[in-house]
Nanobody
Framework: QVQLVESGGGLVQAGGSLRLSCAAS????????KGWFRQGPGKEREFVAA????????YYADSVKGRFTISRDNAKNTMYLQMNSLKPEDTAVYYC???????????????WGQGTQVTVAS
């Protein structure tokens, strides 16, 4: 099973940027789809972005399209989420996810990270 550890969260002003990282352990990481989910205060966890095992396909929630960019470096066993033009509504705990068949819906996820807090101040 893939083990995931997020980093890079923090407090930022609206309009600012942050880059989240997700470091993975396990030889099968390269063959797993990866993704990011988030859970805001009083909200259910929601999909943010996903990337195929090769990095050739990316997917985004409408709410972050054009502002967030997902990428991965299989040589480093690491995935990234570059977040620009942050808004207060982006405030949430962000979770890294990995799945053998996908990482765009909860049911496809095989492994979750512990989460990292992102807070966007207005």
């Amino acid at each position: 099973q893939v083990q995931l550890v997020e980093s890079g969260g923090g407090l930022v002003q609206a309009g600012g940027s942050l880059r989240l990282s997700c470091a993975a352990s396990g030889r099968t990481f390269r063959t797993y789809a990866k993704g990011w989910f988030r859970q805001g205060p009083g909200k259910e966890r929601e999909f943010v972005a996903a990337i195929s095992w090769s990095g050739g396909n990316t997917y985004y929630a409408d709410s972050v399209k054009g502002r967030f960019t997902i990428s991965r470096d299989n040589a480093k066993n690491t995935m990234y989420l570059q977040m620009n033009s942050l808004k207060p509504e982006d405030t949430a705990v962000y979770y890294c996810a990995a799945g053998r068949i996908g990482a765009r819906v909860d049911g496809d996820v095989d492994s979750w990270g512990q989460g990292t807090q992102v807070t966007v101040a207005s």
